[in-house]
């Protein structure tokens, strides 16, 4: 038998007051301050706003009623609050009490009228929020005022930037439009930012496999270049930093997998079964430059990345994207499939993504078969040897062997991918 939905209701607007209420009173019992509020206090309060907005859910003047009465009794609290000082002598004037008691009050509507996943979502954030106080605090004591200005540009870029720009060429050079070419850009910026910030804020003794992962997320040819410069400077360094070249570029294909899945998730399918079959093979390679490296050497140091948020850099890569767009264009149209392909071995020595997004943001002709993920693979096996290149640069011929070897090997693969997927 199915209880009634207003029994289900009533249930859950009872479970997720007492959660929270159970929340509130154990994190201020920590502190030995009476606070009002708590495990009977707040599913009263939901309750009587569950039973207000009842009764008269069009109008809600019974529950606008409810909650001025309410707003007016945690008004006096407050003010009498604010003559208590902090240990440090300061006025407290922490707003969180009163804001909990009025968030308990709107359990109740909110588990009646809304979908139960939203009253769940709001009692599990306001539980979260209140007990990770310290943590949070201790975040924002790490943060500088220039992480909040890139975030802010983040926003910019993608909420306001975005929306404004047209969704037709403008062009008969290529079939890409401003607003894909700005999707392309934030698609990249994105990982690279989640990357960055994660590095960012990582401990100095973060793991060493982490660091490597986070970087190819990031961009695996920086990775290697700050990796093996390393690995020169100090020596007991390098077993260790050509493991981690070695898995940023296995990371690679699963970034550049990822990328192409939100332009074109055809081609996503096509590309899926190379890219990770390489990806496990560079993640092979790497666990066994790890295991040979435990043991032998210190762990690497803590690298923070550029900001991929600077505005010089989205400049580059958004011309960059369409001067790639109209050069593959041509190529493929004046060469076809082969002039693609050669185009491909060029860019890849440079930056790989602008042209694996100009292939899945369809600027170029339409590709038969397997040809645009081949392209794709030839891009990045000639970024492989590229990598290899800075590797046995920076660091020297003998001492990069297994770096270089395992690159060069991934890009090996990644022609022969490229010729099996476009036919033999």
Known sequence: MTPPPLFVDFVLLLGLSLFFGLAFEEFHAQSGVARPG?????PLLALGGGILYRLDPTRLLPLAAGLAVLGAWLAVYYWQHLRERAPDGTPDVGLVVPVCNVLAYLIGPIAFAEPHWEAVAVTVAAVLLLTARERLHGLARQIELSEIVTAVKFLVLTGIVLPLLPDQPVTTLTAITPYQV????????????ASYLVQR???PGANDLAMAVLGGLYSSTATTVVLARHA???????????????????????????????????LARSLALPALALSLVGAAFAGVQFRRARGQARAMQHVIPRNPLELWA????????????????????????????????VVGVTDVDPFVLSIAAGGTTPLAGGAAAAAILIAAG???????????????????????????????????????????
Do not use: C, H
Request: hydrophobic content about 60%; overall charge positive.
């Open 38 to 42: 708590g495990i009977r206090t707040f």
């Open 182 to 193: 700005w999707l392309a850009l934030l698609a990249v910026t994105t990982v690279s930012y």
């Open 201 to 203: 804020f990582l401990k």
């Open 232 to 266: 020169r400077a100090e020596r007991g360094l390098n077993p260790q930093a050509q493991a981690g070249i070695i898995l940023a570029t296995a990371v690679m294909y699963l970034r550049i997998l990822v990328i192409v899945a939100v332009f074109n998730f055809t």
């Open 314 to 345: 989205a400049v580059v890569f958004a011309a960059l994207f369409v001067l790639v767009s109209v050069l593959a264009g041509w190529a493929r149209d004046r060469y076809g499939a082969l002039g693609l392909d050669t185009l491909a071995a």
């Open 382 to 424: 000639s970024n492989n040897l590229l990598k290899a290149a800075y590797t046995i640069a920076f660091v020297g011929p003998r001492a990069s062997l297994p770096a270089a070897t395992a690159l060069v090997a991934l890009g090996v693969g990644s022609g022969i991918a490229a010729w099996l997927i476009a036919g033999g």
